[in-house]
């Protein structure tokens, strides 16, 4: 059987060049890509090289163990080896330094152990929402934003008449597909014979417009988008009320819903237009893409202790920016300064 490091050796792509969708064998799940990289790096020694030079010599030997051609130089941009998602950090510290950009959740982190001889030793791979959770200073809170400007004659949106091109390929039209099945939630992995259209979820949650639902209370904003969220659980056929805190909210539908009592949408640290696969997540064997994902936007108003839904926008992430401004601006050079505990290697 031919290895996956022969495949993309024989198929041509760089480390920026994107997987093609039909070519998802190409993909190195994390559990692999931490052994392949472990086999070919254990015991390379790095003295006396300043850190670009280290760097660069890592990244070169990270080419040849997966596959890749070995570029003269590297191109600035994150990820570095944008093909598979992922950033390498070779640490010699406990300290890890994320320079002038958030933690990617949907990112793969290499993070390559030096011991005190300057010899490569252990390599964890992570991906970016286990990093999260370590990070304790949160220097860097720039979050992806956008914003919601209603148009007062129209209660109702279809951003996106159809699904993304991928989506279309594998989703099953069949109407009430999740009631048919009461055993389903919404946390489960997505199947292709339960998934509703774009339409279909737009037409089914089309009638919230106009409910309402109680207030948790001014400084609630996040249990007033859970009670939401459960609402369009029940309205999609689901039995029970599930909620992970997982990217999607509706996994089962590939669906995100967001509150929005103002024009400010808060996306958190995935961008909707990314074309960069989500770890672990995929229909019928073809990985999905946050750009694959259905947002659905309710624009709201509070009073007399009711929350009421006055707007409803369906879109898939490919053309939530066509509708939704994203808020430009410049990032701060600063970093975030993640402390890794001392088990973080043996815990790999």
Known sequence: MISIVEKIRESGLTIYDKIPLDRSDLYIESDELAKILSSALLGI????????????????????ALGYPVPSSFKRGRPTFSGQNFDKYVQKAKNLQIWNE????????????QDSNFLIGRIRVVLGSELKKLDKTGKITTKFQASLKPDESVDAELVSTQDTEALN???????????????????????????????????????????????????????????????VCSKLGYSTFLDDGQFPDLRHQLLEVKLQTSPTIDLGLVLPSSDSFVEGLSVSGTPVRPCDIRYALFYGSIQDGLVTVEKFYLTSGQDFFSRFPQFQGKVSNGKIQIPLPKSFFSDG
């Open 45 to 64: 020694d790095l003295t006396g090289l300043p850190i670009k030079t280290r760097s660069k010599r890592v990244n070169q030997e990270i080419c040849r």
């Open 102 to 113: 958030p933690i990617d959740i949907t990112r793969r982190y290499v993070v390559i152990e």
């Open 169 to 231: 390929q594998i989703i099953s039209h069949t109407s009430g597909a999740v009631s048919e099945d009461p055993r389903s939630s919404p946390i489960d992995s997505p199947h292709a014979d339960q998934l509703l259209s774009i339409q279909e979820i737009y037409d089914t949650l089309l009638s919230l417009i106009g409910s309402s639902f109680q207030d948790a209370g001014a400084d609630q904003e996040r249990n007033r988008g859970a009670a939401l969220h459960q609402i």
